[in-house]
């Protein structure tokens, strides 16, 4: 989809080679507060003499024009500000980006990837726009589906892809191949294939390990495994992982950052690996992943 260059943390004024012009504009459109912040947003875009972009959703949040739906955004502008949580963040992330940079505000609950508080909102836009911000690239994962007497459908993922079970369904049988050799079979609940963006997410959850956003590793994590033994497994980011049901089991779903579902059959077969479009997200330059971690985690906090 686009490059395959190492992950790194750089400069936005390093990699820019035209003014920002075109800005994009997403927001949780069941908040109140991001509403009203998505107002004060397109009249300070409005003093910079800067076109607003919103998108189709948001655009009647706002009462104002927009056409745009939200996976073709980043391909329009030269900046994506969302004002949301980490699942608003996300529905921007699944078409292509092509290198443009998203400001994520934090107007939901944990937001590890919207990490910026709202009163940060335009200081950061200024950031950004003259240059001084910092942004760190982060991959996505190649979903592809395979189905008997279909077209292959093809998604990216930011954070991860999870194959699980409904709750009355029993326990799956899965195979897992990298590289064309067998891995393993497993019985489980249900399988993470994470991004290490995502490894804060389900996979966090599932006991699955936090890894540095950019490590060049996918990892796949066992949900509830039969047996014990079942570890997560950290592969090399240039992997190609492949899932199959070793038996048919009802409703049995693929999802893909929690916001896209397809269910699943035994002849059906799930390949991931490597995105070449990565995305980028615009950071603050003097508070660390860690300082992110003991904030968003509670890390080193005594309890009362």
Same mark, same amino acid.
């Given at each position: 989809?686009?490059?395959?260059?190492?992950?790194?943390?750089?400069?936005?004024?390093?990699?820019?080679?035209?003014?920002?012009?075109?800005?994009?504009?997403?927001?949780?459109?069941?908040?109140?507060?991001?509403?009203?912040?998505?107002?004060?947003?397109?009249?300070?875009?409005?003093?910079?003499?800067?076109?607003?972009?919103?998108?189709?959703?948001?655009?009647?949040?706002?009462?104002?024009?927009?056409?745009?739906?939200?996976?073709?955004?980043?391909?329009?502008?030269?900046?994506?500000?969302?004002?949301?949580?980490?699942?608003?963040?996300? #529905?921007?992330?699944?078409?292509?980006?092509? !290198?443009? &940079? +998203? %400001?994520?505000? *934090?107007? =939901?609950?944990?937001?590890?990837?919207?990490?910026?508080?709202?009163?940060?909102?335009?200081?950061?836009?200024?950031?950004?726009?003259?240059?001084?911000?910092?942004?760190?690239?982060?991959?996505?994962?190649?979903?592809?589906?395979?189905?008997?007497?279909?077209?292959?459908?093809?998604?990216?993922?930011?954070?991860?892809?999870?194959?699980?079970?409904?709750?009355?369904?029993?326990?799956?049988?899965?195979?897992?191949?990298?590289?064309?050799?067998?891995?393993?079979?497993?019985?489980?609940?249900?399988?993470?294939?994470?991004?290490?963006?995502? #490894?804060?997410?389900?996979?966090?959850?599932? !006991?699955? &390990? +936090? %890894?540095?956003? *950019?490590? =060049?590793?996918?990892?796949?994590?066992?949900?509830?495994?039969?047996?014990?033994?079942?570890?997560?497994?950290?592969?090399?980011?240039?992997?190609?992982?492949?899932?199959?049901?070793?038996?048919?089991?009802?409703?049995?779903?693929?999802?893909?950052?929690?916001?896209?579902?397809?269910?699943?059959?035994?002849?059906?077969?799930?390949?991931?690996?490597?995105?070449?479009?990565?995305?980028?997200?615009?950071?603050?330059?003097?508070?660390?992943?860690?300082?992110?971690?003991?904030?968003?985690?509670?890390?080193?906090?005594?309890?009362?």
């Amino acid at each position: 989809l686009c490059s395959s260059a190492p992950s790194q943390r750089v400069e936005w004024a390093a990699m820019a080679d035209t003014t920002m012009r075109r800005v994009g504009v997403v927001l949780k459109t069941t908040s109140a507060e991001a509403t009203e912040l998505g107002k004060r947003l397109l009249d300070e875009l409005a003093e910079l003499d800067l076109e607003a972009v919103v998108e189709r959703e948001s655009a009647a949040a706002l009462e104002v024009n927009g056409e745009v739906d939200r996976e073709e955004l980043p391909n329009q502008v030269d900046l994506v500000v969302v004002l949301g949580g980490d699942g608003t963040l996300l #529905s921007v992330t699944r078409g292509a980006i092509n !290198g443009t &940079p +998203i %400001l994520g505000i *934090n107007m =939901g609950t944990l937001g590890f990837l919207t990490e910026h508080p709202a009163e940060s909102l335009i200081p950061m836009l200024h950031a950004t726009l003259e240059g001084r911000a910092t942004t760190v690239r982060r991959e996505r994962l190649l979903v592809n589906v395979e189905k008997p007497g279909s077209e292959p459908s093809t998604h990216c993922v930011l954070n991860d892809a999870v194959i699980n079970k409904s709750a009355l369904a029993r326990m799956l049988d899965l195979s897992v191949h990298v590289n064309g050799a067998l891995v393993s079979r497993f019985r489980a609940d249900g399988m993470i294939i994470a991004t290490p963006t995502g #490894s804060t997410a389900y996979n966090l959850s599932a !006991g699955g &390990p +936090i %890894l540095y956003p *950019n490590l =060049g590793v996918i990892v796949v994590t066992p949900i509830c495994p039969h047996t014990l033994t079942n570890r997560p497994l950290v592969l090399s980011l240039d992997s190609k992982v492949e899932l199959r049901l070793e038996k048919q089991s009802e409703e049995v779903w693929l999802t893909l950052d929690g916001q896209q579902g397809f269910p699943l059959s035994i002849e059906d077969v799930v390949r991931i690996e490597r995105c070449t479009d990565p995305v980028f997200l615009i950071t603050d330059r003097d508070r660390s992943y860690f300082q992110v971690l003991h904030r968003k985690l509670k890390w080193g906090e005594r309890g009362g």
